[in-house]
Nanobody, 117 residues
């Protein structure tokens, strides 16, 4: 079964940067890909999406700070996170969508991002 594996999380100070990676098994190029995050004790929320043809959308809370990109040759989607804030601390997940159908893959383990001084 196709799945996604997230990596790249860690501990970073406020104002710092991290780049997350998500590698999906199978052919990713026909799917849109999204990054989600789930802060402790809160619901999972959509952070950023990129369509199969490269159009991007972002949650208001991360606009101008986060950048989603994809490398279809490597079946990988990235989330470049700059100017990190305490409230960005969460477990970050990725998933695939096609048209209006989202979360096509089983949820992976995610990768923990902790912003702390």
């Amino acid at each position: 079964q196709a799945q996604a594996v997230e990596s790249g999380g860690g501990l970073v100070q406020p104002g710092g940067s991290l780049t997350l990676s998500c590698t999906a098994s199978g052919t990713m190029s026909i799917y849109g890909m999204s990054w989600y995050r789930q802060p402790p004790g809160k619901e999972r929320e959509l952070v950023a999406s990129i369509t199969s043809d490269g159009r991007t959308t972002y949650a208001d809370s991360v606009k101008g700070r986060f950048t989603i990109s994809r490398d279809d040759a490597e079946n990988t989607v990235f989330l470049q996170m700059n100017s990190l804030k305490f409230e960005d601390s969460a477990v970050y997940y990725c998933n695939a969508f096609r048209g209006i159908v989202d979360n096509l893959l089983p949820w992976g383990q995610g990768t923990q991002v902790t912003v702390s001084s």
